[in-house]
């Protein structure tokens, strides 16, 4: 891609458009004319923050990059906006149930987090979805409304189902899924050991298919849910037990991240059908839930892509509501009640990661010298291929002088291996056939985008990008973008308004080769860089990665004993501005080291003992020593990231 260098004609919303802000950021994000990017947390509602001047002020409070900035207004927005889906379908389609939503708590276990959506939707009587022990101990000490739902999934062991039990007795409404085969059989055992039962629910595994990454996660082999032949087998034992009464909820699961409404409304008829078929069994029902799956567009395509949903949220919940009501209508029998497990679509938008770049290799070379009177040929090569580049705006004779750039280089190489050509001279090769290229891309950008450009002068711009060094872990902050090859949206919060003239990708602070951002959305597609601005002296540049609100910190690991960054809850004030409700600040180097077990303390006494020892050889002064382990205990107690 070739990147146009004059500026004149470039806009804030020439930059919003170039990184997809107008399509995945509506309507939370936007751009000021300023080339600031604005957050409207309430959405279309009003109000708006400038992330800029807002990452200024944080710091201003003491607060370090990299920043996690949580908002929880558009958490509250999204539940509603949730909600107010379900809500018109439900009107549309002349639909007698309702829907009732639970937040499944591996999506980000936060504690901050997972109080505000109970606290938000508690008007909805909104619940949780739990798929661990400790997941279930959370959800239970949050939920105090007897009308919100707690979805009990996962692998459970005795104690667990009789959490479970104990809890519905407390007036929660816990539902144990059946999940696997051999978990009917400990319900039975633990219902008839305690005299009660919990509210029971059973998760069908679908032939339906889903696709993208997720596509084996559901089907004949998927890890979770009864096969037809083993789930009539559990509501025998359940009727044989006494507890059919209390098989109240269908579950089923196609997948995370559901790009293809097509797949949703395959897997809602064949669950419709289930459930129909479990209430003429005799098991009373009344819910159905529809599980997790409910897409984000990353990428703002609209595109059946694993970046993207080719539904809107109104799509998602028209479907679900009329396909349910057309299984159930014709046999009579009553609507459920509608639960979704919704994650990802939720928590993605509400926290937006800022990082700061400390420097980009490439940018600034240092001046070519003046060519010595004994120079070598190819090096004087170089310097006759360059002025001529300079010379000409003849695209046949540049794709040319490249070549023969190209060649010359090659020829310092293997002059430089022989021993011809030492260390300076062959860095002055480098640095002439680096001048080359950039000036054949200068002239690149002039001509219109349309221009008939040879492929190898096309791709020239790719191979002098830049490599700018970002001060984060991705295995910390990012995991998913390692893992899986998750895209997310990822751009600079200020100088919109000035067109980028670089090109680049991230590399972060671990020693690992992993450790780099080299995929970025580009309209349903994937590229490898990143349209960047060059650094300026003495000026910050920093970078936003947004819809990471899902998953990312739990996921997230101390590779290189990087921790957790600091992070920040904030409200808007209904008189403007906002309110900084909680910080949560980051691990420590010493926090890290004693999840791995190592003493602070004692390190450093050992450290403290060494230097006794070199003062005591004469190869360190007291001064000295005392320096050091002023150092030493301070690093202990600042955060593991880098700070200017």
Same mark, same amino acid.
């Given at each position: 891609?070739?990147?146009?260098?004059?500026?004149?004609?470039?806009?804030?919303?020439?930059?919003?458009?170039?990184?997809?802000?107008?399509?995945?950021?509506?309507?939370?994000?936007?751009?000021?004319?300023?080339?600031?990017?604005?957050?409207?947390?309430?959405?279309?509602?009003?109000?708006?923050?400038?992330?800029?001047?807002?990452?200024?002020?944080?710091?201003?409070?003491?607060?370090?990059l990299?920043?996690?900035?949580?908002?929880?207004?558009?958490?509250?927005?999204?539940?509603?906006?949730?909600?107010?889906?379900?809500?018109?379908?439900?009107?549309?389609?002349?639909?007698?149930?309702?829907?009732?939503?639970?937040?499944?708590?591996?999506?980000?276990?936060?504690?901050?987090?997972?109080?505000?959506?109970?606290? +938000?939707?508690?008007?909805?009587?909104?619940?949780? !979805? /739990?798929?661990?022990? %400790?997941e #279930? $101990?959370?959800? =239970?000490? *949050? &939920?105090?409304?007897?009308?919100?739902?707690?979805?009990?999934?996962?692998?459970?062991?005795?104690?667990?189902?009789?959490?479970?039990?104990?809890?519905?007795?407390?007036?929660?409404?816990p539902?144990?899924?059946?999940?696997?085969?051999?978990?009917?059989?400990?319900?039975?055992?633990?219902?008839?050991?305690?005299?009660?039962?919990?509210?029971?629910?059973?998760?069908?595994?679908?032939?339906?298919?889903?696709?993208?990454?997720?596509?084996s996660?559901?089907?004949?082999?998927?890890?979770?849910?009864? +096969?037809?032949?083993?789930?009539?087998a559990?509501? !025998? /034992?359940?009727?044989? %037990?006494? #507890? $059919?009464?209390? =098989?109240? *909820? &269908?579950?089923?699961?196609?997948?995370?991240?559901?790009?293809?409404?097509?797949?949703?409304?395959?897997?809602?008829?064949e669950?419709?059908?289930?459930?129909?078929?479990?209430?003429?069994?005799?098991?009373?029902?009344?819910?159905?839930?529809?599980?997790?799956?409910?897409?984000?567009?990353?990428?703002?395509?609209?595109?059946?892509?694993?970046?993207?949903?080719?539904?809107?949220?109104?799509?998602?919940?028209?479907?679900?509501?009329?396909?349910?009501?057309?299984?159930?209508?014709?046999?009579?029998?009553?609507?459920?009640?509608?639960v979704?497990?919704?994650?990802?679509?939720?928590?993605?938008?509400?926290?937006?990661?800022?990082?700061?770049?400390?420097?980009?290799?490439?940018?600034?070379?240092?001046?070519?010298?003046?060519?010595?009177?004994?120079?070598?040929?190819?090096?004087?090569?170089?310097r006759?291929?360059?002025?001529?580049?300079?010379?000409?705006?003849?695209?046949?004779?540049?794709?040319?002088?490249?070549?023969?750039?190209l060649?010359?280089?090659?020829?310092?190489?293997?002059?430089?291996?022989?021993g011809?050509?030492?260390?300076?001279?062959?860095?002055?090769?480098?640095?002439?056939?680096?001048?080359?290229?950039?000036?054949?891309?200068?002239?690149?950008?002039?001509?219109?985008?349309?221009?008939?450009?040879?492929?190898?002068?096309?791709?020239?711009?790719?191979?002098?990008?830049?490599?700018?060094?970002?001060?984060?872990?991705?295995?910390?902050?990012?995991?998913?973008?390692?893992?899986?090859?998750?895209?997310?949206?990822?751009?600079?919060?200020?100088?919109?308004?000035?067109?980028?003239?670089?090109?680049?990708?991230?590399?972060?602070?671990?020693?690992?080769?992993?450790?780099?951002?080299?995929?970025?959305?580009?309209?349903?597609?994937?590229?490898?860089?990143?349209?960047?601005?060059?650094?300026?002296?003495?000026?910050?540049?920093?970078?936003?990665?947004?819809?990471?609100?899902?998953?990312?910190?739990?996921?997230?690991?101390?590779?290189?004993?990087?921790?957790?960054?600091?992070?920040?809850?904030?409200?808007?004030?209904?008189?403007?501005?906002?309110?900084?409700?909680?910080?949560?600040?980051?691990?420590?180097?010493?926090?890290?080291?004693?999840?791995?077990?190592?003493?602070p303390?004692?390190?450093?006494?050992?450290?403290?003992?060494?230097?006794?020892?070199?003062?005591?050889?004469?190869?360190?002064?007291?001064s000295?020593?005392?320096?050091?382990?002023?150092?030493?205990?301070?690093?202990?107690?600042q955060?593991?990231?880098?700070?200017?």
């Open positions: 891609m070739v990147i146009q260098a004059n500026n004149n004609t470039w806009t804030a919303a020439d930059g919003a458009a170039l990184y997809g802000l107008d399509r995945w950021g509506d309507p939370y994000f936007g751009v000021s004319e300023r080339g600031h990017v604005m957050v409207q947390p309430q959405g279309d509602r009003g109000g708006a923050l400038d992330l800029v001047e807002l990452v200024q002020e944080l710091q201003g409070r003491g607060l370090g990299p920043l996690l900035i949580r908002f929880d207004d558009i958490l509250e927005d999204r539940l509603e906006r949730l909600h107010a889906a379900f809500e018109r379908a439900i009107a549309q389609y002349g639909y007698s149930g309702r829907y009732q939503g639970v937040f499944p708590v591996k999506c980000n276990q936060q504690r901050h987090v997972v109080e505000q959506l109970v606290e +938000s939707g508690r008007r909805w009587h909104f619940g949780l !979805e /739990a798929g661990s022990k %400790a #279930l $101990l959370i959800a =239970l000490s *949050l &939920l105090s409304d007897p009308e919100a739902l707690l979805i009990c999934n996962g692998t459970k062991d005795r104690r667990y189902i009789e959490t479970a039990i104990l809890a519905r007795r407390l007036g929660r409404q539902v144990v899924v059946i999940e696997q085969a051999d978990e009917a059989q400990r319900i039975i055992e633990a219902s008839q050991a305690l005299g009660a039962a919990p509210l029971i629910g059973i998760r069908a595994r679908l032939s339906s298919r889903s696709s993208g990454r997720w596509g996660s559901v089907g004949e082999k998927a890890k979770f849910g009864l +096969s037809l032949p083993d789930l009539l559990s509501v !025998e /034992a359940l009727r044989d %037990a006494g #507890l $059919l009464n209390e =098989l109240r *909820l &269908l579950h089923f699961h196609v997948g995370s991240q559901i790009s293809d409404i097509a797949v949703l409304k395959d897997a809602l008829q669950a419709g059908q289930i459930y129909v078929e479990l209430t003429r069994l005799g098991a009373p029902m009344g819910y159905l839930d529809v599980g997790g799956g409910l897409g984000v567009d990353y990428d703002g395509s609209r595109t059946a892509t694993a970046a993207s949903t080719n539904y809107s949220l109104q799509n998602y919940a028209n479907d679900v509501v009329a396909t349910v009501r057309e299984c159930c209508q014709p046999h009579g029998v009553p609507v459920p009640t509608l979704s497990e919704s994650g990802r679509a939720l928590a993605s938008h509400f926290s937006v990661l800022v990082f700061d770049v400390l420097g980009a290799e490439g940018q600034h070379q240092p001046a070519l010298p003046a060519p010595a009177e004994d120079e070598p040929l190819v090096l004087r090569n170089l006759d291929t360059l002025q001529a580049v300079e010379a000409t705006q003849e695209l046949e004779q540049l794709q040319e002088a490249w070549n023969d750039a060649k010359f280089k090659d020829d310092a190489l293997a002059a430089f291996r022989l011809y050509l030492n260390l300076p001279q062959r860095a002055i090769a480098e640095q002439l056939t680096a001048a080359c290229g950039a000036a054949i891309a200068r002239y690149l950008g002039t001509l219109p985008a349309d221009a008939q450009v040879p492929e190898e002068l096309r791709r020239l711009p790719a191979s002098l990008a830049s490599t700018y060094y970002a001060n984060l872990s991705i295995f910390r902050s990012a995991p998913d973008t390692w893992a899986i090859d998750q895209l997310f949206p990822v751009l600079p919060i200020q100088r919109l308004h000035e067109r980028p003239t670089a090109l680049g990708s991230f590399a972060d602070l671990t020693c690992d080769s992993d450790g780099k951002l080299e995929r970025f959305i580009d309209r349903g597609q994937v590229k490898s860089l990143l349209e960047l601005h060059n650094l300026q002296p003495e000026q910050p540049y920093w970078i936003g990665l947004f819809l990471a609100g899902a998953y990312q910190e739990v996921m997230g690991n101390l590779h290189n004993l990087f921790g957790s960054t600091d992070a920040v809850h904030l409200r808007l004030l209904p008189s403007g501005g906002y309110t900084v409700d909680h910080v949560v600040r980051g691990d420590t180097n010493a926090k890290v080291m004693q999840a791995m077990e190592h003493n303390e004692l390190l450093l006494e050992r450290l403290r003992l060494a230097s006794e020892e070199a003062i005591g050889r004469g190869q360190l002064k007291i000295e020593a005392s320096r050091l382990m002023a150092h030493l205990e301070a690093s202990l107690g955060t593991t990231y880098l700070k200017g």
